[in-house]
């Protein structure tokens, strides 16, 4: 069983201020880590797919780091907005030596809430 | 484009009772992928298929879960005498090549979220 762990669970933050949080995951057989932000009723949205120890990668106002060999991501939000409010889930994708592909390993979330 | 789709977003049934429900995949996708969201987890991995192949059933919880691809494109996932601990967000996503080492990006539908009384 794979363990994919972020924290925190949750978090209000004033909009404006900056935040990040963290995903934790195995650091053996390590393929690739995804972040999505999903928001209520709507699609989990694709952020970063990260591969490579030391990746960094900024969409807008969002940037995620990785370390492979430690087994952590950090997901990093600028100048907090209220649109920003969502789940931000992390997913970890292990190498696959057979034929046919694993689904991705979910953590929990970190449900954001950003106060105006 | 098109993005995925799922039918229906919420569904009420009760402990008991069969219910099918059903993903559309982006057009061309060979890779398709059921994943449930249980209250207060992150999604777990259902079933994967590429194609019309089921090439991994490994997270289906029991028997009562089934799921089908029989044309390669859209997909229904049928759970029989269903019970209050199967309530949750069932998500489908798609990709366009899902075999082996590659890496390819999963796109997610908006869930259907099943209610069992």
């Known amino acids: 069983i794979l363990n994919v762990e972020q924290s925190p669970q949750s978090l209000h933050v004033q909009e404006g201020d900056s935040t990040n949080f963290t995903c934790s995951f195995p650091s053996s057989n390590f393929y690739a880590l995804h972040w999505y932000r999903w928001e209520t009723a709507k699609s989990p949205e694709a952020l970063f797919v990260m591969t490579l120890n030391g990746d960094e990668k900024k969409k807008g106002r969002i940037s995620a780091t990785l370390n492979t060999k430690e087994g952590y991501s950090y997901l990093y939000i600028k100048g907090s907005q209220p649109e920003d409010s969502a789940t931000y889930l992390c997913a970890f994708r292990a190498m696959y030596s057979g034929g046919g592909a694993d689904g991705l390993t979910f953590g929990k979330g970190t449900h954001l809430i950003i106060q105006p | 484009g098109a993005g995925v789709s799922q039918t229906p977003s919420n569904k009420v049934t009760e402990k008991g009772k069969y219910v099918e429900l059903r993903c559309d995949p982006i057009?061309?996708?060979?890779?398709l992928y059921w994943y449930r969201q249980s209250l207060g987890q992150g999604p777990e991995f259902l079933i994967y298929?590429?194609?019309?192949?089921?090439a991994d059933d490994s997270g289906l919880p029991n028997d009562r879960f089934f799921a089908v691809r029989p044309e390669g494109s859209v997909s229904t996932l049928k759970i029989q005498r269903t019970e209050r601990g199967d309530s949750a967000v069932y998500l489908c996503?798609?990709?366009?090549w899902g075999g082996g080492n590659s890496y390819n990006e999963q796109f997610f539908g908006p869930g259907t979220r099943l209610t069992v009384l």
């Open positions: 996503a798609s990709s366009l």
């Open positions: 298929f590429q194609g019309t192949g089921a």
């Open positions: 057009s061309g996708h060979t890779a």
